[in-house]
């Protein structure tokens, strides 16, 4: 079970605009998604070109694990309660990887919200800043380009920036306004992996970096769709059952495209 997301982790996210939480995730699931992310994105002791300092791969995940982990229900809870709202969608994120030699931001903070969203920040309705949370899955030393993060109080001084060091399972929560930047990758050795994603208001159509309406066809995310249940599909923007478009013939196309849909929690008017 991941660490329960306290009254004192909302107060402190509300009033610095992030927060850290250590070994978020219990040990099992880490050491599961630290094995996948390395067969997706090599490790440095992997990577044959040794010129490249950083790749990464978006959403749908060939491994499954990785797409299971976006409904941490932790995570939801504390995002409904942040967007005051039980109505929330998956905003995509990707998994990454820096290797040595990757220069950062490490001067230069920047806020997300300027490609995430087509409307400018607002300081006095929090609904409408989506909320991320990025992983780290294994340990990341002072030296492997770790994220700086400033709080709100802090403004744009690098000097007041904390340091996303942490153990490998460990959670940074910020808001689309938060200050932030990208470190350096020091060390000559090893890799930095973070895993990461955004949850924001289903009816804010206007946000989001990245959609996925075009991968309705990809088979890692037809695996995984199939496999939800239909209040978990709301989260990746599916109708919610009862919804008219459900039929006797679309659920019936649905259950084609996507291999373990259970028509029987759709309950379509008429059916026996």
């Avoid at 929330?88 to 030699?101: D, E, K, N, S």
């Avoid at 919804?243 to 084609?256: C, F, K, M, S, W």
Wanted: include cysteine; proline fraction near 7%; hydrophobic fraction near 30%.
């Amino acid at each position: 079970m991941s660490t329960v997301l306290t009254q004192a982790h909302f107060e402190q996210l509300e009033r610095d605009s992030y927060i850290i939480v250590h070994n978020f995730l219990p040990e099992l699931q880490r050491a599961e998604m630290a094995t996948a992310i390395r067969r997706i994105l090599p490790p440095w002791s992997e990577v044959e070109d040794k010129t490249k300092t950083s790749d990464d791969t978006y959403f749908p995940y060939e491994e499954q694990c990785l797409n299971r982990a976006i409904l941490n229900p932790e995570g939801i809870r504390f995002a409904q309660k942040w967007l005051g709202t039980e109505k929330i969608h998956y905003r995509p994120g990707l998994a990454l990887v820096r290797y040595p030699g990757f220069k950062g931001y490490s001067g230069k903070p920047h806020i997300d919200n300027g490609n995430n969203s087509l409307l400018p920040p607002s300081k006095s309705d929090r609904y409408h800043s989506q909320i991320n949370f990025w992983f780290y899955l294994e340990d990341v030393e002072e030296d492997q380009a770790p994220t700086y993060l400033l709080k709100t109080s802090d403004g744009q001084d690098m000097s007041r920036a904390e340091k996303f060091v942490a153990p490998g399972g460990s959670v940074a929560i910020f808001t689309n306004y938060n200050w932030h930047s990208a470190g350096d990758y020091l060390s000559d050795h090893g890799q930095r992996y973070v895993w990461k994603f955004a949850y924001g208001r289903a009816e804010h159509f206007w946000e989001g970096v990245l959609h996925y309406t075009s991968v309705g066809r990809n088979p890692h995310f037809c695996q995984f769709i199939g496999s939800l249940t239909a209040k978990e599909r709301e989260f990746f923007r599916f109708p919610p059952a009862g919804h008219p478009y459900y039929t006797r013939q679309t659920l019936e196309a649905l259950a084609e495209q996507y291999p373990g849909w259970n028509k029987d929690e759709y309950k379509v008017p008429g059916w026996g």
